[in-house]
């Protein structure tokens, strides 16, 4: 059973920064998209950003020049570097992989809050 564990975030006030992390169970060098997915209250979910096996990433307008993806295949971890964030931004956020082999798969989410 694949697992993703998603943490980092919090309370943030406007213009502040968070890192989420997504730690998964299954090596990630061999997985084809990793992606993270926000969801407000409302609101559909939506791509933040994404990364493929060959290290393009593609950002939704809203969070280019703001947001970073990244990993580190030596700890099977995702992250989500958030800079100046906006009120905006506040959100439940999904860690998302995909492979041929594992399919589609979630985690639970992490809330991010940006408010002063």
């Known amino acids: 059973q694949v697992q993703l564990v998603e943490s980092g975030g919090g309370l943030v006030q406007p213009g502040g920064s968070l890192r989420l992390s997504c730690i998964v169970s299954?090596?990630?060098?061999?997985?084809?998209?990793m992606a993270w997915y926000r969801q407000a209250p409302g609101n559909q979910r939506e791509l933040v950003a994404s990364?493929?096996?060959?290290?393009?990433?593609n950002y939704a307008n809203s969070v280019k020049g703001r947001f970073t993806i990244s990993r580190d295949s030596a700890v099977n971890t995702i992250y989500l570097q958030m800079n100046n964030l906006k009120p905006e931004d506040s959100a439940v956020y999904y860690c998302?992989?995909?492979?041929?082999?594992?399919?589609?798969?979630w985690g639970q989410g992490t809330q991010v809050t940006v408010s002063s």
């Open positions: 990364l493929t096996s060959g290290g393009s990433t």
């Open positions: 299954v090596n990630i060098f061999r997985l084809d998209t």
């Open positions: 998302y992989i995909f492979s041929d082999r594992l399919s589609s798969k």
